[in-house]
């Protein structure tokens, strides 16, 4: 075990110490959290709950009770956070029980499960950015050393692995930093990687190795603040990783970073944009909705309509634990959006927008990123390329589209066609073709 990781694997071991100390067992986190019943947990007793945690904290619970249940279905909504008294994150808490649940498989079968979930996102990412994305621009974001930067640079711009099968969010992104005349480093693909997976899995070891390497490289540029776009990767190194070191930066979604220096911004928004909107919501990380509607509030003709939709999970895969719940909440919001009369439903992350976006080709609206919005109000147009090949519902139309780029790309069509059928027409948990209703 390096230096890196032993220190990580302790940091860990004395936080959940300091959560077995504090905790009361009230159960008020249990009491807030807006899943729990949806996953078909019985709430009438929230302390008990909560003591089931903490004896698996404590290495002695049973990975069947309504405790590790609870744990195994968190979808990071955060509500616990504000809820609790005791001065512990429930939301850490219940990841420490994940872990400890994964802890009692075999070390290989860990290492294993850790290994396969990096390698198919990691294919996904270089296929499916490498089809959208200048060879140059890929390759110099994903490099795993960045010790080239010529000059200080006022952030690092964290873009994590998955945005870049959505490229056209993050360049959009970059298009925002650059009118606001803020200087950036970008970091982003596998080889950057803040260690969710490897966490999941059970690896604390390879989570402190994989993470804590991308947290030095942060470091190593001086930026004083790194900015996060991906809310697992925010949630990760916030509350997992950087209480393990000393980075000496700050870290900050770049929503609430743009918002709150709009000033910068609206001078370049030369267009109006005539559409009423609704926003798909997550409230995991703290400041992004509320900074979303600022800014989209500061764009001319634009009308935000509110679809009084519950707001849960940080973005629409942490739903997985609670497929059907998230399938219901996709048939209601989509009947919502067209009861409402809208011109376009739009979201704020990258994992949302594959989930939904096939929709568009059945709904009477589009499907968009908020950051399609300012980069309109701004006279600035990135392709949605990911939309157009999953509303197409066919792989050979898809491979038909995509055969020179990926000559171009070098990659192979069977490769290709893999990803495609994975990563694009795979993630889809609300068929399509049928009309909502509330």
Known sequence: MSDREAAFVQCLDARVDDILRHCSACGRCVEVCPT?????????????IVRDVLDILRGAGDPATRGAHWAQTCTGSGACLKACDDGVNPRFMLAMTRLRLNEAKAEAE????????????????????RLQLPQAFVGHVTRSA?????????VVMYLGCNVLKTPHIAML???????MGTSYKVFGGPANCCGILQLRAGDAKGAGRVGGGTVAGF???GAPRVLTWCPTCNIQLGEVLMPSTTPGFALEHVVPYIADRLDRLTPHFVRRVEKRVALHEHPGV???????????????????????????GYMCNSLAPVADFKRELHARELGSAQAAGV??????????????????????FKIVNFLELVGEAMGVE???????????????????????????????????RDVMVTHILGEQPLPLGRSFSE
Not at 173 to 179: E, G, I, S, Y
């Open 36 to 48: 729990a019943t949806p996953a078909g947990i019985d709430k009438t007793d929230p302390a008990a």
């Open 110 to 129: 860990r290492l294993t499960a850790g290994q396969k979930a990096f390698g198919v996102m990691s294919r996904g990412v270089k296929v499916l950015s």
């Open 146 to 154: 960045h010790a080239d930067t010529p000059a200080p640079v006022d």
């Open 173 to 179: 992104c970059l298009d925002v930093l650059d009118r």
């Open 219 to 221: 470091a190593a540029t």
């Open 286 to 312: 703290g400041g992004v909705t509320e900074g979303v509607l600022k800014i989209l509030g500061a764009i001319p003709g634009i009308e935000i309509v509110d679809l009084a939709q519950p707001r849960v």
């Open 343 to 364: 011109d376009a439903l739009v979201g704020i992350y990258h994992a949302c927008h594959r989930e939904l976006c096939a929709h568009e080709a059945t709904q009477p």
């Open 382 to 416: 990135r392709p949605d390329l990911f939309k157009q090949w999953k509303v197409m519902q066919d792989v050979d139309r898809v491979l038909a589209e995509v055969g020179d780029r990926a000559d171009a790309a070098g990659l192979d069509i069977e490769t290709v």
